[in-house]
C-alpha cells in the first residue's frame, strides 16, 4: 500500500479577517476515514484521514456557518464519505457528488435526499482515467431539478472544453477558475480566455480559489490577488469562496488555511462584495430555499 500522505496543516492560525454572519466554505473536502470509507482502487493519491468532526472544527476556528463538501477524487464515485459529513452537519453542509454517468434517477435522488445539490466532471489527468464528455452531457440533461455542473480543468484545455460547456443545460460552477497562470497578470491569455467563458452565458459561477496551487510565489500570494481582484469586481454575483481544505494531494508546502481566509478581504475589498462572495452566492447555489426567504 503506498504511504498515506497529510495535505492540511497541522495548527492552521486564527485569520484576522472575521467573515461575515453565514458565510459559506462553498469547497472543502472529507478523506475517510478509511475504516469506514474505503479510498477508491484508482485513487492517484491516498490521504490520511481529515473526517467531518476535523472539517467542522476548522469552519468555526475560521469563522464559517456551512461547508460545501466536493466529492473527492481519492473516494471515485462512492459518495459514501461525502453523505455521511453532511448527515453529521446537523442542515450545515451540503455537497458536489461524483458519480458513474449511467447512474440511475432513483440513486440521483438519494443523493437529492442527502444532501447533494451538484455533480462534478473532473478532467485533470493526474487525477482521473477517464473523462467521457458525451457521457457526461447526457448526465447533465437528467439531473435533479435545482442541481448544478461543476467542471475542472486547467487553462490549456479551455478551448477544447468549449462546445462541451456550452452545450451543457444547467447551471455551471468552474473550479479554481480553470487553473489560470497567475503570473501572468489579470489581463493574460489565460484569464482573457476565461473571461470570455464568463461572458458567454449568465449562469456560469466560478470558485476564486487555491491560491496555494495558482500561485508559485507562495505567501503572500500577490500574484494571486492581483489576477483575481478584477475578476471578484466584474462578476460580483457568480462568485465563490473555499479553502479547499484538506488540501488535495498538496504535501511540498501545506497550506495555513488561515492566511487563505486573510486573502478574501485582499480579493473582495467591500463589505457588499464579501457578503455576495461568502454568503448570497454560495446560499443561492446550495440553500435557495433559505437564501429565497432572506431577499
Known amino acids: 500500500m503506498p504511504e498515506r500522505i497529510v495535505s492540511w496543516h497541522a495548527d492552521p492560525s486564527t485569520p484576522r479577517y472575521t467573515p461575515p454572519p453565514g458565510a459559506v466554505d462553498?469547497?472543502?473536502?472529507?478523506?475517510?476515514?478509511?475504516?469506514?470509507?474505503?479510498?477508491?482502487?484508482?485513487?492517484?493519491?491516498?490521504?490520511?484521514?481529515?473526517?467531518?468532526?476535523?472539517?467542522?472544527?476548522?469552519?468555526?476556528?475560521?469563522?464559517?456557518?456551512?461547508?460545501?463538501?466536493?466529492?473527492?477524487?481519492?473516494?471515485?464515485?462512492?459518495?459514501?464519505?461525502?453523505?455521511?459529513?453532511?448527515?453529521?452537519?446537523?442542515g450545515r453542509a451540503r455537497g458536489v457528488a461524483v458519480v458513474d454517468p449511467a447512474i440511475s434517477e432513483n440513486d440521483l435522488a438519494r443523493l437529492h435526499e442527502g444532501g447533494m445539490?451538484?455533480?462534478?466532471?473532473?478532467?485533470?489527468?493526474?487525477?482521473?482515467?477517464?473523462?467521457?464528455?458525451?457521457?457526461?452531457?447526457?448526465?447533465?440533461?437528467?439531473?435533479?431539478?435545482?442541481?448544478h455542473v461543476v467542471i475542472y480543468f486547467e487553462a490549456d484545455i479551455l478551448e477544447e472544453l468549449r462546445p462541451f460547456v456550452d452545450a451543457i443545460p444547467v447551471p455551471i460552477v468552474i473550479d479554481?477558475?480553470?487553473r489560470p497562470d497567475v503570473t501572468q497578470g489579470p489581463?493574460?491569455?489565460?484569464?482573457?480566455?476565461?473571461?470570455?467563458?464568463?461572458?458567454?452565458?449568465?449562469?456560469?459561477?466560478?470558485?476564486?480559489?487555491?491560491?496555494?496551487?495558482?500561485?508559485?510565489?507562495?505567501?503572500?500570494?500577490?500574484?494571486?490577488?492581483?489576477?483575481?481582484?478584477?475578476?471578484?469586481?466584474?462578476?460580483?454575483?457568480?462568485?465563490?469562496?473555499?479553502?479547499?481544505?484538506?488540501?488535495?494531494?498538496?504535501q511540498d508546502v501545506l497550506p495555513d488555511d488561515g492566511s487563505l481566509v486573510d486573502i478574501i478581504p485582499r480579493i473582495a475589498p467591500t463589505e457588499q462584495a464579501q457578503k455576495l462572495l461568502l454568503v448570497d452566492n454560495p446560499m443561492a447555489l446550495y440553500w435557495p430555499e433559505i437564501g429565497a426567504a432572506r431577499q
Not at 466532471?121 to 457526461?136: E, I, M, S, Y
Not at 487555491?210 to 462578476?235: H, I, K, N, T
Open 117 to 147: 445539490r451538484g455533480v462534478r466532471f473532473n478532467f485533470l489527468k493526474r487525477l482521473v482515467d477517464d473523462a467521457p464528455k458525451d457521457r457526461f452531457l447526457a448526465l447533465s440533461r437528467r439531473l435533479p431539478e435545482g442541481w
Open 26 to 90: 462553498a469547497h472543502c473536502h472529507v478523506f475517510g476515514p478509511m475504516a469506514r470509507f474505503p479510498f477508491s482502487a484508482k485513487a492517484k493519491y491516498l490521504p490520511k484521514d481529515a473526517g467531518p468532526e476535523m472539517l467542522f472544527a476548522l469552519r468555526d476556528k475560521l469563522g464559517f456557518a456551512r461547508n460545501v463538501i466536493v466529492q473527492a477524487s481519492c473516494h471515485g464515485t462512492d459518495n459514501a464519505a461525502t453523505l455521511d459529513a453532511i448527515a453529521r452537519s446537523g
Open 176 to 178: 479554481h477558475m480553470g
Open 187 to 250: 489581463g493574460g491569455a489565460d484569464m482573457r480566455a476565461f473571461r470570455a467563458l464568463l461572458g458567454s452565458r449568465e449562469d456560469i459561477w466560478t470558485k476564486v480559489t487555491c491560491p496555494d496551487r495558482l500561485d508559485p510565489a507562495g505567501p503572500p500570494y500577490d500574484a494571486f490577488v492581483e489576477a483575481v481582484r478584477p475578476l471578484v469586481a466584474d462578476y460580483p454575483t457568480r462568485v465563490l469562496w473555499g479553502t479547499d481544505w484538506p488540501h488535495p494531494n498538496q
